[in-house]
């Protein structure tokens, strides 16, 4: 019922958990697109490079993308030095903002885990999560009942 009501995958908006979490950092914007074959999913990177990013699934089909950049010490930068804005995070100054981000996806349960790829290109992390054709069995588990518990 919930299905035909809001299909997928806003039912999830409503009945359960949050799809996306941002966890700390920076808002990383992202495109979320489902195709026939596959969902695929687009975030803006700009700036970093495929050694500070790490996509993971956890907990089963939770998609985790993270960032995590080491701060680097700005050479010959003299001490009468002033920083009025530090926005680009290249500064090991206070000042400067934070460039590590987290995003969660809950995936779908109709798709291939084993068979993610990822790739960084131009400032845009390009994510492709095959679906699996192939029919689920449902998951019933069936409870046995006793006199006591």
Known sequence: MADSIFGYPFRRLFLS????????GSAALMDWLET???????????GYNKDEIKVQVEDGNVLHIKAEVVKKEEPNNPKDTVW?????????SSIA???DFSREIELPDNV???QIKAQVENGVLTIVVPKD???K?????????????
């Open 17 to 24: 958990p949050p799809i996306f979490r941002e966890l700390s």
């Open 133 to 135: 054709s192939t029919p």
């Open 84 to 92: 009025h804005v530090a926005e680009r995070g290249s500064s090991s």
């Open 137 to 149: 069995p449902a998951k019933v588990r069936n409870v046995n009942i006793t006199s006591k518990l």
């Open 112 to 114: 291939k885990l084993d």
């Open 97 to 99: 903002g934070n460039r």
């Open 36 to 46: 026939p074959n596959a969902h695929i999913f687009k975030v803006n990177v700009p």
